[in-house]
């Protein structure tokens, strides 16, 4: 072979091998521009993460009603309102009696993911009355007084919505007596039984918590509703007596409640309208 043609040979050897090297580095630069750096992998699945979290939290889902057996039971026996999945809203008008003056009690129950939102407005009195798991007893957007707190308290917690959903909230319930007479009952005695439940308020926040920590239900043997409820505060028992009920629309509600202590009335309260529908 001629010089030239060796000369030749290794040039076009040389260019080859230019070639195969510049094709080699354009694929390992598109490869580093596509591929993400680790850090950049930590940042995506953070967002992806985030992004996640937050759907679940603004996602309403069906709330467990059935963490309490007691609880539970009366849900289903006061009608489709607690329904796992819904969120009802019911709307009481009434009368309210303290001493020789009447009112009319209008009282708007909305249900929440961690229990109710309640709303009272009494005729002739300017400010409204709240009460949610978050801020306990309110007076115009405020901490309540003395005088209003025990009064939306008996309004609130003094009855079967409660007994229902106060375990969304982390009450404990406990059946302390079963078919339990009146202390007073002879032996020929034909009246209603009870099995008493004691429920408990878990409310660590003493500006939140409930003048009574606890309160017991009695709850009729025969009707499977609520026939009274205890509580305690300051050392005095409250005692409020449900002598009615009525079931529009196939919900049960009390429609005559009379508290009292040390065998004194203190207020009553009696219903006139009842509706509720889905929020």
Known sequence: MSRRHKRIGWL??????????????????????SKPTASELRIETSNSTVQ??????????????????????MGRRLGGRFAPGKREKSVLIGNLTIGSESRVLHTTRTQTDDGEQV??????????????KGQGARSSG?????????????????????????????????????N??????????????????????????????????????????????????ESEVEGQRIVAVISGWTEPSGEKVPTQITWTRQGQTLMQYSLTNFSHAEK
């Open 180 to 229: 339990v007479r009146p202390v007073d009952a002879g032996d020929n005695y034909a009246g209603p039984l009870w099995n008493i439940v004691r429920v408990n308020d878990p409310e660590p926040d003493e500006t939140k918590r409930a003048q009574s920590s606890w309160r017991l239900y009695y709850v009729n043997t025969a009707t499977g509703l609520i026939d009274r409820i």
């Open 142 to 178: 405020s901490r309540a007084n003395r005088s209003d707190r025990e009064l939306i308290e008996r309004l609130v917690l003094d009855g079967p919505d409660q007994f229902v959903l106060a375990q969304l909230r982390g009450a404990s319930y406990y059946t302390v007596a079963r």
């Open 12 to 33: 076009a050897c040389a260019l080859a091998v230019l070639a195969i090297t510049a094709v080699a580095l354009v694929q390992v630069r598109t490869r580093a521009i």
């Open 119 to 132: 709303e009272i407005r009494i005729a002739g009195s300017p400010g409204l009355l709240t009460w949610d």
């Open 52 to 73: 996640s979290t937050q759907a679940q939290t603004k996602r309403s889902g069906p709330r467990n009603l059935s963490l309490q057996p007691e609880a539970f039971n």
